[in-house]
């Protein structure tokens, strides 16, 4: 793998048997994802991926799952903790087709649309990725924690500065 965490495949290598990968980041990788995902610490990141290519019908489908430890900051109480994601996914990739392929698609809103192959090849670590961060949470919180409110001004005091109520003082 290269220095960046990458695992590119060219289309053009493969054949239409399976195939299974296996990409795991470890040492400067596991530093690289943190950056990547913007989170505390990434202890663990592993993902399997089956591709299937077809060129019959020019489609790669790409199946499989990206399992992360990751270490992440409470948006309530400011405090590490550590959540692991298990991240399944399935989709497919048009060997063809191009953007303006797409643009032209006069396709609802339930229809698959493809995902498009750039410049030949595609990059196993960077869907895993993506995957993993489709399925992160937004706004992180430990298990149990609750955000309440408490408005720091009272009943009284909102209703006497109530925009209407001064108003309704003016027309008195």
Not at 48 to 66: A, P
Not at 130 to 153: A, I, N
């Amino acid at each position: 793998m290269q220095k960046n965490f990458s695992y590119t495949l060219k289309i053009e290598d493969l054949t239409q048997n399976k195939h299974k990968y296996h990409i795991e980041a470890k040492g400067a990788e596991l530093e690289i994802l943190k950056q990547i995902l913007k989170v505390e610490d990434v202890k663990s990141f592993e993902a399997d991926i089956e591709l299937k290519l077809n060129h019959k019908i020019h489609r790669l489908d790409i199946e499989g799952t990206v399992k992360a430890k990751l270490l992440l900051k409470s948006v309530i109480s400011l405090e590490d903790f550590e959540k692991e994601y298990v991240a399944p996914f399935k989709y497919f990739y048009d060997t063809q087709m191009t953007y303006n392929d797409i643009k032209e698609l006069d396709a609802d809103i339930e229809d698959e649309i493809p995902e498009i192959i750039e410049n030949g090849q595609i990059d196993l670590a960077q869907i895993a990725i993506e995957q993993l961060s489709l399925v992160m949470d937004d706004y992180p919180k430990k298990e149990g924690e609750v955000f309440t409110f408490k408005s720091e001004f009272d009943e009284e005091t909102t209703e006497l500065t109530h925009p209407f109520a001064i108003l309704k003082k003016l027309k008195k």
